[in-house]
């Protein structure tokens, strides 16, 4: 836990218990009402965080199609069959499942949100990408958080230069999750 009391979380099947509780609280504090997930796999930290804010207006959760090869080996057995799937019957959701995912996709598809988690394509190109789509939709003042920090080498690599030169990402000590406050 990083402040305040999230909800309990009991098991998760693509997250650990400590990164989605710190997901939560983040989105406890910071009270996004829009969010784009990068990488939505299933939708089961999706549907865990709509459950939670009840005030949030809308959820844009990218993914490729089935059959996408990814470019780390390690991430192939994680392409969904049917992306969003616990999370789709929230009206607040919208889909948007790509042949290439995040990279066929624009800024203007997905408007301007609050928050975002990249949580896609780890490679180091992918997260690079992706956080670039990430900033450019991102409001001033929001937030982008990154998963898999200490469990992937190119997400970890990619974070530690980008701190090298802002000093503004913030590693929350425990899990694998990184949060940055995004302001011009
Ligand atoms: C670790 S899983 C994400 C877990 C999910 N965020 C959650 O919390 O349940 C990584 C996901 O990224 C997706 N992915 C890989 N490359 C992608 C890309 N270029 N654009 C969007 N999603 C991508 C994979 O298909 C997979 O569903």
């Not at 829009?34 to 549907?47: D, P, Q, R, V």
């Not at 996709?105 to 956080?131: A, C, F, N, W």
């Not at 898999?148 to 090298?164: C, G, K």
Request: glycine content about 8%; some cysteine; charged content about 25%.
């Amino acid at each position: 836990m990083i402040f305040g009391k999230p909800p309990t979380v009991t098991c998760t099947k693509m997250q650990t218990v400590p990164d989605v509780e710190s997901i939560l609280t983040l989105v406890g504090f910071f009270r996004p009402h829009s969010f784009l997930e990068i990488g939505i796999n299933y939708g089961e930290t999706a549907k865990m965080i709509l459950d939670y804010a009840s005030w949030m207006d809308r959820y844009v959760g990218i993914d490729v199609t089935e059959g996408y090869k990814t470019p780390l080996d390690a991430q192939r057995n994680e392409v969904p069959k049917i992306p969003g799937q616990m999370a789709r019957g929230d009206s607040r959701l919208t889909l948007i499942v790509r042949p290439n995912g995040s990279v066929d996709v624009t800024p203007q598809e997905i408007g301007k949100v609050d928050m975002v988690l990249v949580d896609g394509d780890h490679s180091y190109e992918g997260v690079k990408r992706d956080t670039l789509l990430a900033e450019s939709v991102v409001r001033n003042g929001g937030v982008i958080l990154w998963h898999d920090y200490a469990y992937v080498t190119d997400v970890h690599l990619f974070i530690d230069e980008r701190n090298n030169i802002r000093q503004r990402t913030c590693l929350i000590q425990g899990t694998n999750l990184c949060f940055e406050v995004i302001r011009e």
